[in-house]
């Protein structure tokens, strides 16, 4: 039997740090004599009420180290959860959306997706824009840990792997999960703050040079603007670029920088096969855009590596008329944001470390085929990879296909034409960001969407921050017994 107060209390902790959050929005808007302070104070007493609740009612079940199966319940209680508290400001102050985009656009703050379903960024109060760009931040800094300390203890996808490299933080390791939490806070804050400055030294005002950064470095997508970076292409582009990739590469990498060693971050195979597939998408598509049309070189250049970083990177910025790209850039888009970025960050996909194991196994089987007596185990970085992880890799990568097509399939039934809804569900499933598809073209926003299918975009949105596996393994009747 699954001891539920652990979650619940951890959880009631979660919700009274958003509600600290919420009155940093606040306090914006009331120092601008703005009245949608008021909502967005309520919202923060609402939730920091019924956080403290629940804590207080659930402290004494926190024991020892959480087991596997609170470790599965307390991530999906997380993101599924947190949502509905941080919908509270978009509900009761401007832009009053109802529940369904409310938890829509909190949801993809909180897993870093940047899709939205509001138009009008420009004219919106300062601390609502600021709240998105809180709830990228959180969401990334959450992801990092999920992803540095859950998942590999989880055995999702194939991330068990990461064991071997000794962060396995459950158990009697915790006093090392305080220490590796409080590194990556300093590394994180301190890549918004600079990323923050850099912003503000090319022109951008105080909100835009904030909310970008911690957009960026989340690699969540959220902008203050509807135009995106279009508002400053040039350097701005340049710029959005280097701290969205940044903020898409592996996260522990920075805290061993951080301890003196940058060996790592250079010799890791997944890192440099990122910049290659990165290199090669942003080069293919800046020669082809290029040939195609009338632009100089310089811009087609520029266009092409915001985009493709955005993509890749599953961010969700973009610039110039990307979204209206077509053909052979349409493609390379779709694939590089189905790869995505490097395990073990805030970017989405299934990952460059996934689709180096994929290749590799697709590599030994071939040569099965050819030499069947010769015995050729699967190794990466010079580590054999064990049957499990591959097992759990190959379950993983044909789920997240199978959901792709099963998804697209349910929301064609909604009344969504077929290209929208593939690259919606793309969007969301890679936690990627961007729209393609007549839908989308009058605004660049999911708006246009009937509820139904923003409902599957929501949950699209979910599977892929969690890994597809966490969230199924759920409606098991075996995992609570």
């Given at each position: 039997?699954?001891?539920?107060?652990?979650?619940?209390?951890?959880?009631?902790?979660?919700?009274?740090?958003?509600?600290?959050?919420?009155?940093?929005?606040?306090?914006?808007?009331?120092?601008?004599?703005?009245?949608?302070?008021?909502?967005?104070?309520?919202?923060?007493?609402?939730?920091?009420?019924?956080?403290?609740?629940?804590?207080?009612?659930?402290?004494?079940?926190?024991?020892?180290?959480?087991?596997?199966?609170?470790?599965?319940?307390?991530?999906?209680?997380?993101?599924?959860?947190?949502?509905?508290?941080?919908?509270?400001?978009?509900?009761?102050?401007?832009?009053?959306?109802?529940?369904?985009?409310?938890?829509?656009?909190?949801?993809?703050?909180?897993?870093?997706?940047?899709?939205?379903?509001?138009?009008?960024?420009?004219?919106?109060?300062?601390?609502?824009?600021?709240?998105?760009?809180?709830?990228?931040?959180?969401?990334?800094?959450?992801?990092?840990?999920?992803?540095?300390?859950?998942?590999?203890?989880?055995?999702?996808?194939?991330?068990?792997?990461?064991?071997?490299?000794?962060?396995?933080?459950?158990?009697?390791?915790?006093?090392?999960?305080?220490?590796?939490?409080?590194?990556?806070?300093?590394?994180?804050?301190?890549?918004?703050?600079?990323?923050?400055?850099?912003?503000?030294?090319?022109?951008?005002?105080?909100?835009?040079?904030?909310?970008?950064?911690?957009?960026?470095?989340?690699?969540?997508?959220?902008?203050?603007?509807?135009?995106?970076?279009?508002?400053?292409?040039?350097?701005?582009?340049?710029?959005?670029?280097?701290?969205?990739?940044?903020?898409?590469?592996?996260?522990?990498?920075?805290?061993?920088?951080?301890?003196?060693?940058?060996?790592?971050?250079?010799?890791?195979?997944?890192?440099?096969?990122?910049?290659?597939?990165?290199?090669?998408?942003?080069?293919?598509?800046?020669?082809?855009?290029?040939?195609?049309?009338?632009?100089?070189?310089?811009?087609?250049?520029?266009?092409?590596?915001?985009?493709?970083?955005?993509?890749?990177?599953?961010?969700?910025?973009?610039?110039?008329?990307?979204?209206?790209?077509?053909?052979?850039?349409?493609?390379?888009?779709?694939?590089?944001?189905?790869?995505?970025?490097?395990?073990?960050?805030?970017?989405?996909?299934?990952?460059?470390?996934?689709?180096?194991?994929?290749?590799?196994?697709?590599?030994?089987?071939?040569?099965?085929?050819?030499?069947?007596?010769?015995?050729?185990?699967?190794?990466?970085?010079?580590?054999?990879?064990?049957?499990?992880?591959?097992?759990?890799?190959?379950?993983?990568?044909?789920?997240?296909?199978?959901?792709?097509?099963?998804?697209?399939?349910?929301?064609?039934?909604?009344?969504?034409?077929?290209?929208?809804?593939?690259?919606?569900?793309?969007?969301?499933?890679?936690?990627?960001?961007?729209?393609?598809?007549?839908?989308?073209?009058?605004?660049?926003?999911?708006?246009?969407?009937?509820?139904?299918?923003?409902?599957?975009?929501?949950?699209?949105?979910?599977?892929g921050r969690l890994g597809l596996l966490a969230i199924f393994v759920?409606?098991?009747?075996?995992?609570?017994?």
């Amino acid at each position: 039997m699954v001891d539920f107060r652990p979650t619940a209390y951890v959880f009631g902790r979660i919700l009274i740090v958003l509600a600290i959050l919420m009155l940093a929005p606040a306090i914006v808007d009331w120092s601008a004599g703005n009245a949608n302070a008021v909502p967005i104070f309520f919202s923060a007493g609402i939730t920091g009420g019924v956080g403290g609740l629940i804590a207080l009612a659930s402290v004494n079940g926190l024991k020892g180290a959480f087991d596997i199966r609170q470790a599965y319940l307390l991530t999906a209680v997380i993101w599924f959860g947190v949502p509905v508290f941080g919908a509270l400001p978009f509900m009761l102050g401007v832009p009053r959306l109802h529940f369904t985009e409310a938890y829509f656009e909190a949801v993809s703050g909180i897993t870093t997706t940047g899709a939205t379903v509001i138009y009008g960024l420009d004219s919106m109060p300062a601390g609502m824009n600021l709240w998105r760009g809180l709830l990228n931040a959180a969401g990334g800094l959450g992801i990092a840990f999920v992803a540095m300390i859950f998942l590999p203890v989880m055995r999702v996808g194939g991330m068990q792997f990461f064991r071997t490299e000794g962060f396995d933080t459950f158990g009697k390791a915790v006093p090392r999960a305080t220490d590796l939490a409080k590194q990556l806070l300093g590394v994180y804050l301190g890549l918004i703050v600079i990323a923050a400055l850099t912003f503000a030294a090319i022109g951008m005002n105080a909100l835009d040079a904030t909310v970008h950064a911690m957009a960026a470095i989340a690699t969540g997508g959220f902008s203050p603007r509807d135009a995106s970076f279009n508002e400053y292409a040039g350097a701005g582009e340049y710029l959005g670029a280097l701290f969205m990739f940044l903020g898409s590469l592996p996260y522990v990498r920075y805290v061993q920088m951080m301890n003196g060693d940058t060996r790592p971050l250079w010799r890791d195979s997944q890192v440099r096969a990122y910049v290659k597939v990165l290199g090669l998408a942003v080069g293919t598509v800046t020669l082809w855009r290029w040939w195609t049309s009338d632009m100089g070189f310089e811009d087609t250049f520029r266009e092409a590596l915001f985009n493709m970083t955005s993509i890749m990177s599953s961010t969700g910025f973009f610039s110039g008329s990307f979204p209206v790209w077509g053909g052979y850039m349409l493609v390379v888009a779709f694939l590089v944001g189905m790869i995505g970025a490097c395990s073990g960050s805030s970017a989405a996909g299934l990952t460059i470390f996934r689709a180096q194991l994929v290749w590799a196994a697709l590599i030994q089987h071939v040569r099965r085929i050819i030499l069947p007596g010769r015995v050729a185990p699967v190794k990466y970085e010079g580590r054999t990879v064990e049957q499990d992880v591959l097992d759990a890799l190959i379950l993983y990568v044909s789920g997240f296909v199978l959901t792709l097509g099963v998804l697209t399939v349910a929301m064609t039934l909604t009344g969504v034409d077929i290209t929208s809804s593939l690259f919606a569900v793309w969007t969301a499933l890679g936690n990627i960001g961007y729209g393609f598809g007549p839908l989308v073209e009058r605004t660049g926003t999911f708006v246009d969407f009937p509820d139904a299918a923003k409902w599957i975009m929501t949950l699209s949105m979910l599977l892929g921050r969690l890994g597809l596996l966490a969230i199924f393994v759920l409606v098991l009747p075996s995992f609570w017994r």
